[in-house]
């Protein structure tokens, strides 16, 4: 079974730090785009940051310069480093793969194979 599974969520203050884990499981997450996707109530999902297989990443502006993503293949993990966290960072995270990930598709569309379950990410000001 191809699987996503998030972890690392939780309850910050602004300025705080967390980091997402994303383990994939049926697939190997190297050979796969990845992709972090936040939807807060009320707002769009939003894309976050991608790393494809050949190691390229891409950021919204929104969080340049304060999220990393990187990949560990030993683990078939993807991991997304949330630091200088802002309230309006608030949201529940997923990660998707299967396909090139894109921004402007909504969380959980079929246009990506499989999505997490997703983690919630809460930031206090």
């Known amino acids: 079974e191809v699987q996503l599974v998030e972890s690392g969520g939780g309850s910050v203050q602004a300025g705080g730090s967390l980091r997402l884990s994303c383990t994939a499981s049926?697939?190997?997450?190297?050979?796969?785009?990845m992709g972090w996707y936040r939807q807060a109530p009320g707002n769009e999902c939003e894309l976050v940051s991608t790393?494809?297989?050949?190691?390229?990443?891409y950021y919204a502006d929104s969080v340049k310069g304060r999220f990393t993503i990187s990949q560990d293949n030993a683990k078939n993990t993807v991991y997304l480093q949330m630091n200088s966290l802002k309230p309006e960072d608030t949201a529940i995270y997923y990660c998707?793969?299967?396909?090139?990930?894109?921004?402007?598709?909504?969380?959980?569309?079929?246009?990506?194979?499989?999505w997490g379950q997703g983690t919630l990410v809460t930031v206090s000001s």
């Open positions: 998707a793969a299967g396909g090139t990930v894109v921004a402007g598709i909504p969380c959980f569309d079929a246009y990506l194979e499989v």
């Open positions: 049926g697939f190997t997450s190297d050979d796969s785009d």
């Open positions: 790393i494809s297989s050949d190691g390229s990443t």
